[in-house]
């Protein structure tokens, strides 16, 4: 007998909607690095002038090596470099103005940020520690009751500080192995540290708790990210060693990457920690399970990154110097989304399905009705059947102009060779030789005209930025992540235009059912 397909969740888009993909770094901020205080309030409000019902983010976890959100120190912590100064000065936290002066640079300077913001943010979080009455002394107590993950998290950045940031696997080995005695002996020197920081993750948890709701309140829904990966040098690896494949001493068996593609002609080697899936499931995966649920705490949707790795994943040798010598191995699979059917019913998650593809993918995606992603800028290569032209976009899709990964429309356009410009052209129906703002809000109209039931419009593009605005090179480990804002760009007249479009391509009525993309 053939075995009856999956019944496919409610969709978590009931109408054709807008989104905004900005993350909260970005933000301009004449103190540090953009933050959850007033430019992110001012920002929500923009996005519901704007006719928007969307904010795209990149994880909130902290930011590891390379300066990534993508290569954190831990998958559940939020990234106490996002923390607004002002809203602690007002929440009486911090006396005065900051003790250093404004920034002027249009980059995130993240080398600077330890010396000019962690000593203003551990003044916070020690007077939230001293002062019993205190109106979040409450709600901190909540957090530190709740949030299973919070000791050790606390406690390995407590480690890492003390043996001077170093990776795990080279601590001395008791701590490595996390040998009982060890590491309750350790956690009882370290107890000040351990307490600081979870006054310093906490800082997080509010501010953007208040931002989220604020969001919510005016019919703006958060679409968070989750990295398919962790960090090899994160609390999460450290202390669940037996769920990923490792050496006895830590090192990496298998690596993470992918195959050579449009990134990259070597592929990419991402240096992750690949996982034991087989012994994952022993334990209803249980690490995913609580990992999923905590994306779900602070946002409304996820999109999990890489999500081709859940089917099939590209396996490197862990002392490979490029991804070329790897291979395709199984994925969980439909048993993996099973398990989170019964945890999440509604299954609030969109699959990033880019990159090298084949029917297995496709037919998880659907099976479990997760959206995929169209981008345009994949649209023109020559081939009439690209599946990244818009006009055969299926409804279940979210539709971009590029991601976080890709330059902007600005300096793709001008990047074109000839033939591939005027095939674009010729698509829209627009002179090769048009102005490029021109071109690019061309490009935007046809993404959010498309039948894709949502579209998400990078902040980069809407601006019409060159590629000096790009977010992140995949091919490149320096200089990402940093753009920020320009302070004039959330003006009347950009969300205007942007509202125009929503009006004419989008209205609010319920999004027409498909079947699958």
């Known amino acids: 007998m053939q075995k009856a397909p999956p019944r496919r969740p409610p969709s978590p888009f009931t109408r054709r909607e807008l989104g905004i993909l900005l993350h909260p770094s970005s933000f301009f901020n004449h103190e540090d690095v953009g933050t959850l205080g007033k430019t992110a309030y001012a920002f929500v409000d923009w996005l519901t002038e704007c006719g928007a019902t969307l904010w795209q983010i990149l994880p909130l976890t902290p930011n590891g090596q390379y300066d990534s959100p993508y290569f954190s120190y831990s998958a559940f912590a939020g990234n106490p470099w996002l923390v607004d100064l002002e809203l602690l000065r007002e929440a009486g ?26 000593p203003v943010l551990l003044e916070a979080a020690a007077r939230l520690l001293d002062t019993p009455s205190h109106p979040w002394r409450p709600a901190f107590a909540t ?56 006054a310093l993750f906490f800082l997080f948890e509010q501010q953007w708790r208040d931002l989220r709701s604020y969001a919510n309140a005016r019919g703006i829904r958060i679409l968070g990210d989750l990295p398919i990966y962790v960090n090899h040098d994160s609390v999460d690896v450290w202390v669940h060693q037996d769920q990923f494949e490792l050496t006895r001493d830590g ?28 012994r994952m499931a022993k334990d209803g995966y249980a690490w995913w399970v609580s990992r999923l649920r905590r994306c779900i705490e602070l946002s409304d949707l996820v999109r999990i990154d890489h999500f081709r790795a859940l089917s099939a994943y590209w396996e490197v040798p862990g002392d490979a110097v490029d991804a070329r010598s790897g291979r395709w191995r199984p994925g969980p699979g439909q048993p993996f989304f099973d398990v989170l059917a019964r945890h999440f019913p509604t ?41 990244h032209r818009p006009h055969v976009f299926p ?3 979210i539709a971009y102009t590029g991601t976080h990964d890709n330059d902007t429309v600005a300096s793709w356009w001008r990047g074109l060779d000839p033939e591939r410009r005027a095939e674009v052209a ?16 061309s490009l935007i109209e046809a993404t959010i005209a498309c039948r894709s039931n949502v579209a998400v419009i990078p902040m980069q593009d809407l601006l019409v930025l060159d590629g000096r605005a790009r977010m992140n090179d995949p091919a490149t480990f320096v200089g990402n992540w940093s753009w920020r804002l320009p302070p004039d760009g959330l003006s009347a007249e950009l969300a205007a235009s942007v509202r125009r479009l929503v009006e004419q391509y989008r209205p609010t009525a319920p999004a027409k059912a498909s079947g699958p993309t």
Not at 103 to 109: A, I, Q, S, T
Not at 352 to 365: F, I, K, M, P, S
């Open 93 to 118: 936290l911090l006396d005065g103005p900051p003790p250093y002066a404004e920034l002027r640079d249009h980059r995130v300077p993240f080398d600077e940020l330890p010396r000019r913001k962690r």
């Open 143 to 198: 957090f530190c009751e709740e949030q299973s993950w919070l000791t050790d998290t606390c406690h390995f950045y407590a480690l890492k500080e003390e043996h001077d940031d170093a990776p795990w696997w080279r601590w001395p080995r008791p701590l490595r192995s996390r040998d009982p005695k060890a590491l309750a002996a350790s956690r009882g020197a370290l107890q000040a540290r351990i307490q600081t920081y979870r």
């Open 251 to 278: 090192g990496l068996v298998v690596q993470s990457g992918v195959p050579p593609d449009y990134f990259s002609e070597t592929g990419q080697l991402w240096a992750n920690p690949i996982y034991a899936w087989k």
């Open 347 to 387: 299954r609030p998650f969109v699959a990033e399905d880019l990159g090298t593809l084949d029917d297995a993918v496709y037919r998880l995606r659907d099976d479990n009705g997760l959206y995929g992603m169209r981008i345009l800028q994949f649209g023109f290569d020559g081939m009439p059947d690209n599946l």
């Open 395 to 397: 409804p279940e899709t």
């Open 426 to 441: 010729a698509y829209y129906q627009f002179c090769p030789e048009d102005d490029v703002g021109r071109v690019v809000w």
